[in-house]
């Protein structure tokens, strides 16, 4: 079964610069996770999707980030404009109901300079 | 809003030591628990799944143990070994109305296991 795949791996833009993170979950799953994770930190929901509806996008940063989800597979995160505190790890994970558990892909490392 | 604490946040053993990485949570009414492993500058690896209606789960050198009533759960590592180095995340999921699930993390256990 392939896993979660995203990119890309890393990237470094400038401050006030925009960025876009992809993701492509495992087949068949509903459920699809975007998280950040700052340095020494666990990670932070940003928001959940079932199928290509949002379900919970309470500690996304509206005024700067979007995401959306395209006929419920693919997933695209974008920032605009970038700040220095964007500098983290997004991680995108997806789900079967949570029956089984969560798959996680690799991440993009994001720093803004 | 359910909060996850990891106690210890940094250990560092010797190898061949026995292991106990420890997580609370605040709201017992969990769907599951997931625990995983983080290696730097890496995504998550899944290591254990334990549903609310389960007591533990066992995956080779690892043992995973859940008691909702308290907010505990504990992995437990035996025979550890300096590739067991890395960081350790507990994920506890509840049951949003509607049917969604949503996995809330601690901040991690950075293990160091010195041959």
């Known amino acids: 079964e392939a896993g979660v795949a995203q990119s890309p791996r890393y990237k470094i833009i400038e401050k006030r610069q925009s960025v876009a993170f992809w993701c492509n979950p495992i087949s068949g799953h509903a459920t699809l996770y975007w998280y950040q994770q700052i340095l020494g930190q666990g990670p932070k929901l940003l928001i959940q999707f079932q199928n290509n509806g949002v379900v919970d996008d309470s500690q996304l940063p509206k005024d700067r980030f979007s995401a959306e989800r395209l006929k419920g597979v693919d997933s695209t995160l974008k920032i605009q404009p970038a700040k220095l505190e964007d500098s983290a790890v997004y991680l995108c994970a997806s789900s079967f109901q949570g029956v089984d558990g969560y798959t996680f892909g690799s991440g993009t490392r994001l720093t803004v300079v | 809003k359910q909060e996850v604490t990891q106690i210890p946040a940094a250990l560092s053993v010797p190898e061949g030591e026995n292991l106990v990485l420890n997580c609370s949570f605040t709201?017992?009414?969990?769907?599951?628990l997931q625990w995983f492993r983080q290696d730097p500058g890496k995504g998550l690896t899944s290591l254990l799944l334990i549903q609310s209606s389960q007591r533990e789960q066992t995956s080779g050198r690892l043992n995973a143990s859940l008691d909702k009533s308290s907010g505990r759960s504990t992995l437990y590592i035996a025979a550890s070994q300096p590739g067991d180095s890395a960081t350790y995340l507990c994920a506890v999921s509840v049951n949003k109305p509607g049917g969604s699930y949503i996995p809330t993390f601690g901040r991690g256990t950075s293990l160091i296991v010195h041959p």
């Open positions: 709201d017992s009414a969990i769907y599951n």
